[in-house]
């Protein structure tokens, strides 16, 4: 059974960090393609970073390039990502997606709330 648990969400102000990480389990990490996507009230679900775990290619939203940075750990199956200089527009609830063979998988998210 795929199980995706993020965690490290919460309210920060404006030009603050955080960094959300997502443990990964029921299928072969290091095959797969995980990604953060964000959905924020009344806008439609967006991809944020993407990383193709085998060869460490990574791929970044516009929006978010320069300020975020998505890595993954193999050893504990888990991949991150490291919000710096958030603005309010990046309020929403972040998801983390795996990609595999067998299919595609969503966590059920964590909270991330850029207000002063």
């Known amino acids: 059974q795929v199980q995706l648990a993020e965690s490290g969400g919460g309210l920060v102000q404006p030009g603050g960090s955080l960094r959300l990480s997502c443990v990964a389990s029921?299928?072969?990490?290091?095959?797969?393609?995980m990604s953060w996507h964000r959905q924020a009230p009344g806008k439609e679900r967006e991809l944020v970073a993407s990383?193709?775990?085998?060869?460490?290619?990574?791929n970044y939203a516009d929006s978010v390039k320069g300020r975020f940075t998505i890595s993954s750990d193999n050893a504990k199956n888990a991949v991150y990502l490291e919000m710096n200089s958030l603005k309010a527009e990046d309020t929403a609830l972040y998801l983390c997606?795996?990609?595999?063979?067998?299919?595609?998988?969503w966590g059920q998210g964590t909270q991330v709330t850029v207000s002063s």
């Open positions: 990383s193709i775990v085998a060869g460490g290619i990574t």
């Open positions: 997606k795996a990609s595999t063979s067998r299919g595609s998988y």
């Open positions: 029921g299928f072969t990490f290091s095959l797969s393609i």
